[in-house]
């Protein structure tokens, strides 16, 4: 019985130490910043370390910055320099289904996407990324967040009833006033479908932040009014200072950096204990992506 304890502690032992924290590295000329995905968005998180390995984000930039708000990278088109004029339209060429869950506190990784009116079921870039980098709330801003975002999702609805078969021609007259400036015409689109927008908004649960969300928005600081809205799956752990230095270097149009700052991006694999003591901090297990 003893010899049995001993073996079935060592086999415990290994199967703890076969598995191993998978810790995105993103270098730049800054520094490095280290991020861990989340496991409950395993679309987004399985897709962003399908990249990472293949080497696609290597000499890709941050190519829109905007201080106190995010960092954006992930488009191919800014490694290529005959894309210059297109940076921020790129991707591999596919979209992922949106998996909004997490909060946009400061450091988290969420995935860029195109506007709810061209995109109502919200997916996300393929490729596409920024981090938060953020400021602090105060309760009064964050009432004002909570409005913008119910606006957002209220909005939604009508977007998703454009999108219906049965309303393509509206959808095209929209989307058309829309791209040549014609807002009193799109709007009179918008108001042909209010009283069903308004009855199905009467029926869903508003978005309201917890106690603790408040927090955190109030004291570590993030984008509140982008929750709801965005995929956010993943969360910096170590190199928010390289992120603050990026957030701070001086942009031209389109947020875009006047001097490029280029990432590589790797996996790195380590123990739990490896990854607590590296990072002095204790992710909850169930958040940690592992590999065997």
Do not use: C
């Not at 304890?5 to 032992?13: E, P, Q, S, V």
């Not at 004002?144 to 909005?155: H, P, S, T």
């Not at 809205?229 to 390289?242: I, K, R």
């Not at 990026?246 to 790797?266: C, N, Q, R, T």
């Amino acid at each position: 019985m003893k010899y049995f304890a001993i073996a079935f502690f060592l086999f415990l032992t290994l199967q703890n130490y076969a598995k191993k924290v998978e810790v995105i590295e993103i270098s730049t000329k800054f520094g490095e910043i280290y991020v861990v995905l989340y496991k409950d968005t395993p679309k987004h998180s399985k897709n962003f370390l399908k990249l990472a390995k293949k080497g696609y984000y290597d000499g890709t930039t941050f190519h829109r910055v905007i201080k106190a708000f995010m960092i954006q990278g992930g488009d191919p088109y800014s490694a290529r320099p005959e894309k210059k004029d297109s940076v921020g339209e790129g991707g591999p060429g596919y979209t992922i289904p949106a998996e909004i869950k997490h909060m946009h506190k400061r450091g988290v990784l969420a995935a860029a996407r195109e506007s709810d009116a061209v995109n109502p079921s919200q997916e996300s870039s393929g490729s596409q990324f920024y981090i938060v980098q953020g400021k602090v709330f105060t309760d009064r801003e964050l009432d004002g967040a909570e409005d913008r975002i119910n606006g957002w999702l209220k909005e939604n609805i009508f977007y998703k009833m454009l999108y219906q078969k049965q309303n393509v021609k509206d959808k095209n007259d929209y989307l058309r006033f829309l791209m040549s400036g014609k807002k009193d015409s799109a709007n009179v689109i918008m108001k042909k479908y209010a009283r069903a927008v308004d009855s199905t908004w009467s029926t869903r649960t508003k978005f309201k932040f917890s106690a603790e969300e408040r927090e955190v928005y109030k004291t570590v600081g993030g984008a509140a009014h982008l929750d709801g809205n965005y995929s956010a799956f993943g969360e910096v752990v170590g190199g928010m200072d390289v992120v603050d230095k990026i957030a701070d270097v001086k942009v031209g149009v389109a947020s875009k950096p006047l001097e490029d700052v280029v990432m590589k991006v790797k996996i790195l694999k380590m123990s739990k204990e490896e990854f607590k003591t590296k990072f002095a901090m204790n992710m909850p297990d169930d958040q940690l992506i592992k590999k065997k």
